[in-house]
T-cell receptor, first 113, second 114 residues
Framework: ETGVTQSPTHLIKTRGQQVTLRCSSQ?????VSWYQQALGQGPQFIFQ???????GRGNFPPRFSGLQFPNYSSELNVNALELDDSALYLC????????????FGQGTRLTVV | GENVEQHPSTLSVQEGDSAVIKCTYS??????FPWYKQELGKRPQLIID?????GEKKDQRIAVTLNKTAKHFSLHITETQPEDSAVYFC?????????????FGTGTLLAVQP
């Protein structure tokens, strides 16, 4: 186990709705990254948060946004859900921004219908 | 930005045989190459990683080799066991040296036949 926890584990939403996913980082880790893993593919980097600020972003539209809290936990928000947003959303924590190993949580399985 | 290609997409071996998975990358500034194992329905698990200042790293039955000139790195699993069956992903930094902003390969489904 990595000590990274995510909630909820599964979620079903309707197209057009908004969703919030949550992540608690491993103890001592101040950096949180979010990834999207579509079925049969590798994880894709969405963005990273450090000191409550976005610290790098992948090729995802602005309707994907995030937050980081003083205790280093993080949220991923997705607005105007599309069917293609159905995926496993993974959170990874690291001890420092931009460096060190990335340890993943168990993920949230989002299904958009 | 970086681009990572991974081969093969599927690999079937007999228990006890060796398995090799290969990845290539495009950005010569990349300096960190992790490998993740993902069992069905579970999280990607970091199994081994290598930095660009070494050519090989071993951890029991698992080894990773790196050829910086050719821009490729490989995962070697010896004496495979049924519990090694999983999807394996290679990765590289998405931008230069940011080792925890990763771009992943497309994955290799390894099946170890008893």
């Amino acid at each position: 186990e990595t000590g990274v926890t995510q909630s909820p584990t599964h979620l079903i939403k309707t197209r057009g709705q908004q969703v919030t996913l949550r992540c608690s980082s491993q103890s001592g880790h101040n950096t949180v990254s979010w990834y999207q893993q579509a079925l049969g593919q590798g994880p894709q980097f969405i963005f990273q948060y450090y000191r409550e600020e976005e610290n790098g972003r992948g090729n995802f539209p602005p309707r994907f946004s995030g937050l980081q809290f003083p205790n280093y936990s993080s949220e991923l928000n997705v607005n105007a859900l599309e069917l293609d947003d159905s995926a496993l959303y993974l959170c990874a924590s690291s001890p420092v921004p931009g460096q060190g190993q990335a340890f993943f949580g168990q993920g949230t399985r989002l299904t958009v219908v | 930005g970086e681009n990572v290609e991974q081969h093969p997409s599927t690999l079937s071996v007999q228990e006890g045989d060796s398995a090799v998975i290969k990845c290539t990358y495009s950005d010569s500034a990349s300096n960190y190459f992790p490998w993740y194992k993902q069992e069905l329905g579970k999280r990607p698990q970091l199994i081994i990683d290598i930095r660009s200042n070494v050519g090989e790293k071993k951890d029991q039955r698992i080894a990773v080799t790196l050829n910086k000139t050719a821009k490729h790195f490989s995962l070697h699993i010896t004496e495979t066991q049924p519990e090694d069956s999983a999807v394996y992903f290679c990765a590289a930094p998405l931008y230069g040296g940011a080792t925890n902003k990763l771009i992943f390969g497309t994955g290799t489904l390894l099946a170890v036949q008893p």
